[in-house]
């Protein structure tokens, strides 16, 4: 019988969710690019790099050759006895490329590296099935690591890879996985030469995190699916695999209060509104009013003095504030230029923009303050006023959150892209090159490599972006004042008007 070739990873992914290895090898045509899982895969190859320099001597195999010259060199090298780097293996039809091999006194060790500040449960399978192929080698790995950023380390001029890393031996744990392991590939084999799977929708979906064959899987699943359902009550996975597809098809009974409220509104396609909630709200802000959005990257290597790995670093706000009742709206921002450290251009900008004693408003606050907070340690001159700040900083997500406004159009979400088009018209994300807070992080890191023309470019896009995301702030807080000062309480009767 031939073997179907198969690689670590999608072993793995495999394991997850069966039905996607199966699309992998033979239906590749519903393949769709994932951006979350190249920047994955950019972060892991940014971690192997400097773990590796905690390796003296290693030789690093090419990956720009055929599998078939890896696998000769990695041999070669293997038996010369060297430390090697991204050595090819293949046995039973499985190609695995280790991330560093050691040989040293009569002793192999094994390490896989990770760009994560902890470990995951997926992680003793990738160890597991490469101790399964390199047994099948012959060789005996006497000791597996897994290498993970540590996140407690703070960087103080040039990196040290031996703190900035974090060494855990999972031999035991890995080799105690690959019986385990050795039964799965075999019943993926069984699969791969069948039929497709009848895998339908369910929690394994969440495992891969983004799944490259979302569109495949869910392509008949309507707009107004369970799946839209939120807070506490029916499992949604639940409903969907009992036959129930529509919000409107769920069973009274089965609701918690929110979700009722949510299928109701949705069916009548109506709003909620406790307006004293709101008027309490609104009265809780004050003149000079500003809104406040922040753009942040973050990855495995801490680039800059004082910061850390996974560390939020702030390039870029935008400032909208209005100084007294019926005053224009004023707008600031701040971007930084992408070849030095963003923090203090920014904080000192901020700090000129934005007046003391403010109220200032973001949505989600939490995130806001985590980036104040870590600017105030980083810059301990202006600690005192960043805490002020902090202290001043009020939520719009809280009516949302609260429920004392809730829109059909809102589908349960409290994201600002869910909260921005029910209540605003005018403003709208669609057209913009950037469309969310990871690819503001890639554009900016593209920045360093591009030229003036492309430089020029990617900055007004950015620029836009995040202007947009302080204007809706502005737009949706207008809106409930508006409602505030007008409205009226719109009940509704969340026993009868369902279903």
């Known amino acids: 019988m031939e073997l179907l070739e198969l690689t ?65 060199l990695t041999t070669a090298l293997v038996n010369r006895g060297a430390t090697v780097f991204g050595g090819a293996f293949e046995s039973d039809g499985i190609t695995v490329v280790t991330d560093i091999l050691k040989r040293q006194r ?10 994560a500040g902890e470990i995951k449960g997926s992680y003793y399978n990738d160890l597991a099935i490469q101790l399964h192929v390199m047994s099948g080698c012959g060789i005996r790995i006497d000791s597996a690591y897994l290498v993970h950023m540590n996140k407690e380390y703070v960087r103080h001029g040039n990196l040290d890879c031996r703190e ?7 031999t035991g744990e890995a080799r105690r996985k690959t019986r385990y392991i050795s039964n799965r590939i075999r019943e993926l084999r069984l699969i791969l030469q069948g039929g497709m799977p009848e895998i339908g929708i369910g929690e394994h979906c969440g495992e891969l995190d983004e799944c490259e064959f979302y569109r495949y899987c869910w392509a ?62 609104i009265r809780s802000l004050w003149y000079p009013l500003y809104f406040l959005d922040f753009e942040t990257m973050s990855g495995p290597i801490p680039l800059f003095d004082g910061t850390s790995p996974h560390q939020r670093i702030p390039f870029q706000y935008s400032l ?3 100084v007294r009742e019926g005053a224009e709206p004023s707008h600031h921002e701040y971007l930084a230029e992408p070849d030095q450290d963003p923090r203090a251009g920014l904080l000192e900008s901020l700090l000129s923009a934005l007046p ?64 921005l088009p029910a209540l605003v018209d005018d403003l709208s994300y669609s057209g913009l090159k950037i469309a969310d807070g990871m690819a503001a992080a890639d554009a900016y890191q593209r920045m360093r490599r591009a ?39 719109r009940p509704i009767d969340m026993k009868n008007d369902v279903g």
């Open 320 to 322: 909208h504030g209005i």
């Open 164 to 170: 900035l890393f974090t060494l855990v031996n999972l």
């Open 8 to 72: 670590k990873t999608l072993i793995r992914d495999g394991i997850s969710c069966p039905k996607y290895l199966y699309l992998y090898k033979h239906c590749h045509n519903y393949w769709h690019t994932v951006p979350s899982r190249a920047q994955r895969l950019q972060e892991g190859l940014e971690a192997k790099t400097f773990a590796r320099k905690m390796f003296k001597g290693g030789v690093e195999v090419p990956l720009d050759v055929p599998m078939d010259v890896r696998l000769r």
């Open 451 to 489: 030229g003036p023309e492309e430089l020029s470019q990617i900055r007004r896009d950015l620029l836009d972006y995040c202007k947009i995301d302080s204007l809706a702030l502005l737009r949706i807080w207008e809106k409930l004042k508006k409602i505030a000062d007008s409205g009226t309480n």
């Open 106 to 115: 009569g002793k192999t060790e094994l390490y896989e590296v990770k760009s």
């Open 220 to 281: 008949d699943v309507p707009e107004d699916s369970v799946f839209t359902l939120r807070d506490k009550g029916a499992n949604k996975y639940e409903l969907y695999r009992s036959g129930i597809r529509k919000l409107s098809q769920i069973p009274v009974e089965l609701l918690g209060d929110r979700q009722k409220m949510q299928v109701s509104l949705h069916a009548s396609r109506g709003e909620y509104i406790q307006v004293e909630n709101l008027r309490k709200f």
């Open 356 to 419: 003391d004693g403010a109220c200032v408003l973001s949505y989600n606050k939490s995130s806001e303050i985590q980036v104040l907070k870590g600017l105030g340690f980083d810059f301990p001159k202006h600690k005192k006023r960043v805490a002020r700040i902090n202290a001043s900083m009020r939520d719009l997500m809280d009516p949302f959150k609260n429920r004392d406004y809730y829109h059909w159009k809102m589908m349960g979400g409290l994201s600002l892209k869910s909260i």
